[in-house]
């Protein structure tokens, strides 16, 4: 499975950006899909997820209310839209996938097998 994510780039702080996650290989609708940021001098930590199978969609505490994310099967993408954005959003977002996630894993990174290149967003104050 190759990622591509896009769509990252400079906003101020109460913007938005939507970011996209273009998949190819495997078959897409198995695949767990999850959004991840790392912040300079920081882990990489959860953002949000879609679950293969089914499309059930969760979220980091840090952005629910604020971020949504939806995916396209029949297009092999998945949206990550984020509004309200704040400047502890800052980091280089990536998204990655997986087929065999359980539930209790889904905000893990390792549990990753396939990653994107990553795409930086920035949010000035």
């Known amino acids: 499975v190759q990622l591509q994510a896009s769509g990252g780039g400079l906003v101020q702080a109460g913007g938005s950006l939507r970011l996209s996650c273009a998949a190819s290989?495997?078959?897409?609708?198995?695949?767990?899909i999850g959004w991840f940021r790392q912040a300079p001098g920081k882990e990489r930590e959860f953002v949000a997820a879609t679950r293969g199978n089914g499309g059930s969609t969760y979220f980091d505490d840090s952005v629910k209310g604020r971020f949504t994310i939806s995916r396209d099967n029949g297009k092999n993408t998945v949206t990550l839209i984020m509004n309200s954005l704040k400047p502890e959003d800052t980091g280089v977002y990536f998204c990655?996938?997986?087929?065999?996630?359980?539930?209790?894993?889904?905000?893990?990174?390792?549990?990753?097998?396939?990653w994107g290149q990553g795409t930086l967003v920035t949010v000035s104050s």
């Open positions: 290989g495997g078959t897409f609708r198995r695949q767990t």
């Open positions: 990655a996938a997986d087929s065999s996630i359980i539930l209790s894993s889904i905000r893990m990174s390792r549990q990753y097998k396939y």
